[in-house]
């Protein structure tokens, strides 16, 4: 292989990328979301700076694929925290968990979502529309919401679904220091919303040191929405550099 159809690659390995370099669009994207409320000095320790946050809330989400370019159907949960970055209201990806390895290689390489191993669940059982979320063989989060009780308004869902989200990327350099070390934005933009509901909901979390979720405790569950959805992800954008400020 040429060097200069080396140069071409955007992913290896180089004959058989992890990713096919096409844009994906996501048709029946199921969400079920729980904002809860949380340990503030908690919070503080896991957001990084320049975002700031005014209530101690996080949300958890399971996100089941029903298809997907390229990646098939697959399922995805983690944590997103509401931020500020100066003025503009936002969240921050803190931590996701999918089952599916070309989704989260894709996620990392591209862009910047902090995607690792997992085995996310989401399903209706005897009234209940339940999410859960496996690391190995043990139980790190189980959410469980009232199936489709009261309709949600559309526009509120969308609302929910399109703030900007921040996430950090980290590329290493050969030394160990990262050679890339940037908080980047990023909106969903291009998004049908199918249906939507709310009801009452629990959440529970467990300790496991490889999938902390349970370092940001469970308080109060503040609201949940159960939200099915045609959209297309955006591309990222740096608004901040660590290296160049530390």
Known sequence: MKASEVARRLATPLTAPAWAPVRSRFTDREYLNIVYRTDPEALRAAVPEPLEFDEPLVRFEVMKMGDSTSFGPYTESGQVIPVRFGEERGEYLHAMYLDNVAATVAGREISAYPKSTGSPQLFAEAGALVGTLDYGSQRVATATMGYKHYPMDLDEAKAELTLPTYMVKIV???????????????????????????????????????????????????????????????????????????
């Open 172 to 246: 290493p350099g050969y030394e160990r220091a990262p050679r890339v070390c940037e908080l980047v934005r990023t909106q969903i933009t291009d998004i049908t919303v199918k249906a939507a509901w709310t009801g009452p909901a629990r959440l529970q979390l467990f300790q496991h040191v490889l999938a902390p979720l349970a370092d940001l405790p469970v308080l109060e569950v503040v609201s949940a929405s159960h939200i099915i959805t045609d959209l297309t992800l955006s591309g990222v954008t740096p608004v901040f550099d660590y290296l160049k400020e530390r």
